[in-house]
T-cell receptor, first 113, second 110 residues
Framework: KAGVTQTPRYLIKTRGQQVTLSCSPI?????VSWYQQTPGQGLQFLFE???????NKGNFPGRFSGRQFSNSRSEMNVSTLELGDSALYLC????????????FGQGTRLTVV | GQQLNQSPQSMFIQEGEDVSMNCTSS?????WLWYKQDPGEGPVLLIA?????ELTSNGRLTAQFGITRKDSFLNISASIPSDVGIYFC??????????FGEGTQLTVNP
């Protein structure tokens, strides 16, 4: 059974650009959450999706957005990139929004220059 | 909002030593999870706890769900070099999202 797949693994972008990251959850999982992790920091919650609906949102500016498709795959988008957006972006999937066991992908390392 | 305090922030130990870390919350949780993260990788779920007082083991790892439901502990026995990494606790109340601790950076000296 395949795990959570995030693409791409690494990305370098320039300030002002936008970026889209992709997450394919474990087969059968319908809930996807996104986190930002900067060096030395914990996991900062971005948003959670279930059945194509955003259920929870963290304290990030509107430049950060996401969506979920009918096959449960999710994308997150960051517009007008800033240097401070450089981070490891992690996606986690779980069976549904009531199931607590979340499984993480390997993450996408975004570097903004 | 809910807050998790995880301690210690970092630990430097010798191979073979036992390790203990804990998380405390200002709120009651229904579930506690413990994760380990290797450098450049995503966190991997180690242990899940669902009942107050529950004690669960996974190899050399043992975790406990505190009786007050506001804390959890993780112990690693006879540490080995591959135990190096960041350990995160996470808690959840019904219907809410996971709340993560700040992590404990573990270094094991051979």
């Amino acid at each position: 059974k395949a795990g959570v797949t995030q693409t791409p693994r690494y990305l370098i972008k320039t300030r002002g650009q936008q970026v889209t990251l992709s997450c394919s959850p474990i087969s059968g999982h319908r809930s996807v959450s996104w986190y930002q992790q900067t060096p030395g920091q914990g996991l900062q919650f971005l948003f959670e999706y279930f059945s194509e609906t955003q259920r929870n949102k963290g304290n990030f500016p509107g430049r950060f957005s996401g969506r979920q498709f009918s096959n449960s795959r999710s994308e997150m988008n960051v517009s007008t990139l800033e240097l401070g957006d450089s981070a490891l972006y992690l996606c986690a999937s779980s069976l549904d929004h009531t199931n607590t066991e979340a499984f993480f992908g390997q993450g996408t390392r975004l570097t903004v220059v | 909002g809910q807050q998790l305090n995880q301690s210690p922030q970092s630990m430097f130990i010798q191979e073979g030593e036992d390790v203990s870390m804990n998380c405390t919350s200002s709120s009651i949780f229904n579930t506690w999870l413990w994760y380990k993260q290797d450098p450049g990788e995503g966190p991997v779920l180690l242990i899940a706890l669902y009942k107050a007082g529950e004690l669960t083991s996974n190899g050399r790892l043992t975790a406990q769900f505190g009786i007050t439901r506001k804390d959890s502990f993780l112990n690693i026995s006879a540490s080995i070099p591959s135990d190096v990494g960041i350990y995160f606790c996470a808690g959840q109340t019904s219907g809410s999202r996971l709340t993560f601790g700040e992590g404990t950076q573990l270094t094991v000296n051979p």
